[in-house]
């Protein structure tokens, strides 16, 4: 009986554990139970996944598997990318690398800074990747209509305005808002609506720019060919004999910064009309004086957000028969902007507005990727003789409340030496591709290199820069023009 | 002992039992625990979220959110919708219905058969979510480059070609693609690709059309009204002198079908460089007797999928050098078609590629219900000596492989009675706003009524039209112009 009462007893110890375990146990087990029948009962049919998701749950996977492909850094996968063997979108390397993950870098690559190719601005973008996102459902915006019973939402002209007061750089309250496919799209719509009429008894208005000058204005003037205007040449040639009657009838290109010498400017003729394309006129890329104020202006999602593929600009106008006429000319050519686009930018301008002046600000971002490229350049070109860079002082810029270094998009670079008589192929000869003076009726001497491209595309351009200088401190110059 | 024996063999038996239990409780906490920790890996960072999405899940719950808002089934919410004072979009509601849910429907409503708006094919996306779904990225396709280094996607080139192949309405193989921001904007890059240089010592192109035309075509070459071409006016004025020379530098444009009248058309002019819109030429809306082979031929996403918000149009063109020009002027006007709408375009083709000929194929969804709205709208105005249709004989179809019933985009109304002098007039009065085929150049007896709308606007145009039948044959017109 000891024994027995002993295991009795120890069987009953042994009993009362092997109870309390085995009622943790299936309590447990009744608890995971239920856990998992509370998670998995909205996929119990097959249109219910993830989290509460359902049609757009295919899209986001797709979506995130494209963006986590490995393309070390040096290039991305899209996923409207060239299908593989695979059926899959590959990496789509940045310049001077190659291989299928982008890892192979190119010997003495030539480096492009020809294109304003806003690449700078994608680092921003992958860091405010869920903010940023956008699902289209199939049937979004099938209609001609958007909202207001027009082409343009609502919804984006007003965040375009708040946009406009938030940053202080531009006036808006009196404006009418335009928008089209890109502010190139509206170089001519402005020309259209600022031309006499076509039944007018008038003569056709005399379309310029100052040197230098954003090609476009010109060639796209040119390919037009309206019979209500015409490109009359640069303002040299008008603004000579000063008076105000000969050039009513002007309609007169200012970029302000400029492209290619990234200068505040103002229009020169007196009594034209001036279209003033405010492009780069954001406190990433220039100080910000005061908030622009003329009659037409013009903006671009490009250089704002870095979205140059969207095709996005607008344009603010005062008078209403001209915006009417612009309005007119965008909704007869295409009908108004792409509604996907006007959907994407919206959700881009959110995001930029969200974080206006906190740590994750767009144009303090830009800026600092700007201002450091500016300065690492000026301190490689400032050892040359050969070339030399426009000068920027430090400005007072009303955005940021401070005083701000530039960081402009283009370095607008002179060949100094008598015998490089042709700045574009000097740099060409050293490796670098950049766009003639020549384009903006420019001197050949000037060549616009764009310094907004991705951070590869600067790394190379430095590189190039950097053996360039040397090559001259060490007497040899790369340059096949150079004499020494 | 025996008691003890018994209760020890009973405690050994159900000690063996509850061993048993209790290792298949445990074991099954195991299997519970292992997949919870498996399943909730993903949630361990706050990135990691729903099924293991992470950037893209927020944007896909705000789309989901949107599509799943309850509008009467007469209305949508967008998410770039206005914004009420939740600060959330609201209900855009169908035409005659109103409410934040849309489900008041507005008493003697005005039907508006006015514009070619193709929300038929709405609900066709609406079934089929999941596929047509994209999620864009904040960083999609930044860059002006887009695959191959232009403007154009690879991909979307080359399943449009797919299409085109699979549903036998075009050959594509010895044509070049060029995309527009819809088929609008390539009616002027087309008139001046196929005009002469404007360095070019020639006179000027004269761009026609036949009667009943898009009017599109001639507003819109007015409004440009580049030196090279001028609007010419009608063929009428032209064809009947019947020489071959007398029409060289004529550009036609050819609607096949034709908008307004939905018949199938060829060039009338001999000699003359013809583009030929072939925008309605899809099985859903005509029948295909074969594949089209014109020189220059237009079509549209507006018709074939309905995404005429997205504005997306193409050419194919046999000629090298015309296809140059007009890609020129793409890319000189736009810098090409958006990139974000290229994206999404190719995604609806992929859909639309995976089910033709299955049960879900588009044209045959289309086509049962624009069939539909012809045979309900055939059946009241048969009972009308007032009014009269088009005729459409059934015709056989290469692509479904059988006759088909008519199933056209557009009714050509003519007003029988004399006394009916402008059509327009006549249906106005009667509540059903139509286009007046005089904007087309026919007469006024003739107007345009639009079937491919919503089907609430089907339904609204068929109870104006049944009521304006009904008072005809009881006698009592509600048309203004009626003597009876």
Redesign the interface.
């Known amino acids: 009986?000891e024994t027995?009462?002993h295991?009795?007893q120890s069987?009953g110890s042994?009993?009362l554990a092997?109870?309390a375990?085995?009622c943790s146990?299936?309590l447990?087990?009744a608890v995971?139970?239920a856990?998992?029948l509370l998670?998995s009962s909205p996929t119990a049919t097959p249109e219910r996944?993830?989290?509460?998701?359902?049609?757009?749950?295919?899209?986001?996977?797709?979506?995130?598997a494209v963006?986590a492909a490995d393309c070390s850094g040096h290039g991305?996968v899209?996923?409207?990318?060239?299908?593989g063997e695979d059926g899959r979108?590959g990496c789509?390397c940045n310049r001077c690398f190659s291989g299928p993950d982008c890892s192979v870098r190119t010997p003495n690559c030539t480096a492009d800074a020809d294109?304003g190719?806003?690449?700078f601005?994608?680092p921003y973008?992958?860091r405010?990747?869920?903010?940023?996102?956008?699902?289209?459902?199939?049937?979004?915006?099938?209609?001609?209509?958007?909202?207001?019973g027009r082409f343009h939402?609502?919804?984006?002209d007003r965040h375009i305005r708040l946009l406009h007061r938030a940053v202080g750089n531009a006036v808006v309250d009196d404006k009418y808002l335009v928008f089209?496919?890109?502010s190139?799209?509206l170089i001519?719509a402005l020309v259209?609506a600022l031309s006499p009429d076509?039944n007018a008894d008038s003569p056709p208005a005399s379309v310029v720019a100052t040197v230098p000058y954003y090609p476009?204005y010109k060639?796209?003037t040119?390919?037009?060919?309206?019979?209500?205007y015409r490109w009359d040449g640069t303002t040299a040639t008008w603004s000579n004999n000063g008076s105000r009657n000969s050039t009513k009838g002007f309609i007169e290109f200012v970029t302000s910064p400029n492209n290619p010498d990234t200068a505040l400017r103002k229009p020169v003729l007196a009594g034209s009309s001036a279209i003033v394309d405010h492009a780069y006129y954001w406190p990433h890329l220039t100080h910000i004086p005061a908030p622009a104020d003329e009659d037409v202006m013009l903006f671009t999602a490009s250089k704002l957000s870095?979205?140059?593929?969207?095709?996005?600009g607008w344009a603010l106008i005062r008078d209403e028969k001209v915006a009417k006429r612009a309005l007119?000319?965008v909704e007869?050519?295409?009908?108004?902007?792409?509604?996907?686009?006007?959907?994407?930018m919206?959700?881009?301008l959110k995001?930029i507005l969200a974080n206006l002046h906190g740590k994750e600000d767009i144009f303090a971002f830009g800026y600092d990727v700007m201002r450091s490229r500016w300065r690492r350049l000026n301190a490689v070109v400032s050892r040359s003789t050969r070339i030399s860079l426009q000068k920027i002082p430090p400005q007072y810029c009303t955005y940021f409340n401070r005083i701000k270094e530039p960081s402009p998009a283009y370095a607008w670079v002179k060949c100094e030496w008598e015998e490089d008589v042709d700045c574009y192929e000097t740099l060409l000869a050293a490796g670098i591709i950049s766009r003639s003076g020549t384009l903006s009726e420019a001197e050949a001497r000037y060549t616009r290199m764009s310094l907004l491209k991705a951070q590869d595309d600067f790394d190379v351009l430095l590189e190039r820069i950097t053996e360039f200088v040397d090559a001259e401190e060490h007497g040899r110059a790369p340059g096949g023009s150079s004499s020494m």
Request: net charge neutral; glycine share 12%.
């Open positions: 009986m027995g009462r295991r009795s069987l042994a009993g092997f109870h375990l085995l146990s299936l447990l087990n995971f139970f856990h998992h998670r996944l993830g989290d509460g998701l359902s049609w757009a749950l295919q899209a986001a996977r797709e979506a995130e963006a991305n899209f996923l409207d990318g060239v299908t979108p789509e294109s190719n806003p690449l601005l994608e973008w992958r405010h990747a869920a903010a940023s996102a956008v699902v289209f459902s199939g049937w979004h915006r099938l209609s001609y209509i958007t909202t207001g939402s609502v919804e984006l089209g496919a890109g190139m799209q001519n259209y076509g476009a060639s796209q040119d390919m037009f060919d309206g019979r209500e870095g979205h140059a593929g969207s095709r996005f007119s000319y007869q050519s295409i009908m108004g902007a792409s509604r996907d686009t006007q959907l994407r919206l959700k881009i995001v």
